[in-house]
């Protein structure tokens, strides 16, 4: 053996070792390329909750209303503020005493001010104003918690779905393949001559609908797809995958029970209690108009004939003030009492719709524990009703195998097969 031929020798061996680790190693990539693609439901709502528009949405506006108080909150103390001011007279000022022009100022005149403004009383507004910002930090939490549980529903409806839409295309599917069967069968009978041409138009036309009735359920998962990608913020196409849930177990519920924990943990019963609360803010806002207005005024100026307003020939450069500042209108046409009866009127109607929400989520909790008892009930019967009609399908297919019975006996049951079993996922996922 040559050195050449030993070099290729080896080079072969070497690859007939080394491929089966690499195969391997392919195929375990591709398994867990595979499981990342592959949502359960827990991790499906987890994805939704951290990139859902909705919920950021509602984290946004919460940051906000924090902000809103911080705000109200910096009205309880002083402001401050200056200003700045350069004037030029055409002729200097003057004014004449015993016929002699006496120079009173300067042609060039800079001031400038810095002032503090306290407020002492305000009729209870900016307390009033402070309250009602902290209840609406507390509003949108309740509109982030809502945000939440929507999305988390919406997660759970679009991937219960998916499920029942490929166990749809799954009924499809194989109600295809049957038709192909009964078909081939039909077309053997007709060219032997033991069936007329119709019985085989009736199984093509049967198989035809049965073809497009498909196309549509597998247009439908497509569509169940999507719906989740939009809800985990995805990519519309994207071939999502998700894990498939073969057994709930059913629990126990009471009424009563039920009722009264929505009516205590619904967050849009608390973000209305809460609205009422500020709506008693409201009034008293309101009412804070009949008051008057005091605060605290300090002030520091400067006049001067150059930019630092340093230097004044004709008067003192500097001054400084304190003052109390009253204020208070007394007299508005009515408009401080009609704000009030406003906002009275706008209390007993936010009463009014939480009595109303509380009687709709009531009304909601009952409907849904009803259609949960009657999808306990039934989906036992339609279990034993698929068992049924797939026994039917295969004494009638093999009659007609036998030339018993007819086609049309064959696509009625096959017909009843694909009901029963579109029924039993139905309520599967009811459960």
């Not at 049957?178 to 138009?201: K, T």
């Not at 804070?288 to 520091?300: I, K, M, Q, T």
Request: glycine letters at 4%; one cysteine or more.
């Amino acid at each position: 053996m040559n050195r050449f031929t030993k070099i290729i020798f080896t080079v072969w061996v070497t690859f007939l070792l080394l491929s089966p680790l690499a195969l391997a190693e392919s195929n375990a990539a591709s398994g867990m390329a595979q499981r990342e693609l592959t949502l359960t439901l827990d991790k499906a709502i987890k994805t939704a909750l951290a990139n859902n528009t909705l919920i950021r949405e509602a984290i946004e506006k919460q940051k906000a209303a924090v902000e809103e108080k911080n705000s109200a909150k910096a009205n309880f103390f002083p402001k401050a503020s200056a200003s700045y001011s350069y004037t030029n007279l055409k002729e200097k000022p003057y004014t004449v005493f015993s016929g002699n022009e006496i120079p009173m100022g300067n042609k060039d005149n800079y001031h400038w001010d810095v002032s503090l403004v306290q407020p002492i009383f305000t009729g209870f507004a900016l307390s009033t104003i402070h309250e009602m910002a902290k209840l609406g930090v507390d509003l949108r939490g309740m509109e982030k918690k809502r945000a939440i549980l929507d999305v988390t529903r919406q997660v759970k409806v679009a991937y219960f779905n998916i499920l029942l839409a490929k166990k749809f295309f799954t009924v499809a599917d194989e109600a295809v393949k049957n038709l192909e069967s009964h078909v081939r069968d039909a077309q053997h009978f007709y060219d032997q001559g033991m069936i007329p041409h119709n019985d085989l138009l009736k199984s093509k036309v049967a198989l035809a609908n049965a073809v497009q009735d498909r196309a549509r359920v597998e247009t439908k998962v497509d569509m169940a797809v999507s719906s989740l990608n939009a809800l985990l913020r995805l990519d519309l196409n994207k071939k999502t995958e998700v894990e498939d849930i073969s057994h709930i177990t059913p629990l126990s519920y009471d009424l009563k029970d039920l009722t009264g924990e929505a009516v205590r943990s619904r967050p849009e019963l608390h973000a209305l209690q809460i609205a009422l609360q500020n709506a008693d803010n409201a009034v008293r806002l309101a009412k804070s108009s009949y008051y008057p207005e005091v605060s605290l005024v300090g002030n520091y100026e400067q006049k001067g004939d150059n930019p630092g307003a340093d230097n004044n020939d004709y008067g003192n450069r500097y001054n400084a003030s304190a003052t109390v500042q009253a204020r208070w209108k007394f007299f508005e046409w009515g408009k401080t009492k009609a704000d009030v009866k406003k906002y009275l009127h706008e209390k007993k109607a936010l009463a009014e719709k939480l009595k109303g929400a509380k009687d709709s989520i009531g009304l909601e909790v009952k409907d849904a524990f009803l259609n949960l008892q009657v999808s306990g009930k039934n989906i036992r019967t339609a279990e034993e009703s698929r068992g049924q009609a797939k026994e039917n399908y295969r004494i009638t297919n093999l009659q007609y195998q036998q030339q018993i019975t007819t086609s049309t006996e064959v696509l009625d049951a096959r017909t009843f097969l694909s009901q029963a079993e579109t029924n039993y996922y139905g309520h599967c996922t009811d459960i």
